[in-house]
């Protein structure tokens, strides 16, 4: 019996997943959560083989999530599900240690092979997804601003660009707004942008953001050495 978890911050998409799972007699859900920390938490103490995790949710970041979840329970298979194009995503999850990524497009019938897989100790990507890593290998970097960016960074600079403000931005993320304004100077000074307004039009531009309002995982940055 595979032992499974399940971290979204949407609850009728836990109950979907929860739905899925359960035509499948080998998979058995023994917990959810609904944001990162929760998601630390809940594998820290129960013991299960795979966590379906959600790309975007409060509190940490899911980069973050999965390398705190890497060090405290390494045996612990982690299949990302995001809503985002795999190219977007994908390859920055995988680096970090997660053992999968699949997007919430795909087919139901493909969740539970996918969760056997990883489940197996091999690390499951979509076809479409391993082609686009293999071309990727050939592709130089872009040297775009955003790319000089942290992980934490990134994912503020990206809700500045939607056009959030910085208490709501330090809500969803659980950040102080003191924190929040602390990021937003680093990110002013490391894309030499000058203010939210130019945030807000690069992401637009640069295609981080369709349109103000609507976020978009585009395209994220590597790791600063």
Avoid: W
């Amino acid at each position: 019996m595979i032992r499974l978890l399940i971290a979204d911050d949407h609850q009728i998409l836990r109950e979907g997943l929860k739905h899925v799972v359960a035509q499948s007699r080998d998979i058995q859900v023994l917990g959810e959560a609904d944001d990162g920390d929760a998601a630390i938490a809940l594998c820290s103490r129960v013991d299960a083989d795979v966590l379906l995790l959600d790309v975007s949710m409060p509190g940490p970041g899911v980069l973050e999530v999965i390398k705190t979840l890497k060090r405290l329970r390494p045996k612990l298979g982690i299949l990302v599900l995001s809503v985002h194009p795999e190219r977007h995503y994908a390859k920055r999850v995988l680096v970090a240690g997660a053992d999968g990524y699949l997007t919430k497009s795909e087919s139901s019938e493909a969740l539970a092979p996918a969760i056997r897989h990883v489940h197996s100790g091999r690390k499951f990507l979509t076809q479409s997804l391993a082609q686009e890593l293999a071309l990727d290998l050939g592709r130089k970097r872009s040297g775009q601003l955003h790319e000089a960016l942290s992980n934490r960074e990134y994912q503020v600079f990206v809700q500045l660009g939607s056009g959030k403000g910085i208490d709501e931005i330090a809500t969803e993320l659980k950040l102080s707004p003191k924190t929040v304004r602390t990021y937003r100077s680093r990110i002013l000074e490391k894309t030499n942008l000058k203010s939210t307004a130019e945030i807000i039009f690069y992401a637009i531009n640069q295609g981080l953001v369709t349109h103000v309002g609507e976020v978009s995982m585009a395209a994220p940055p590597r790791d600063p050495a």
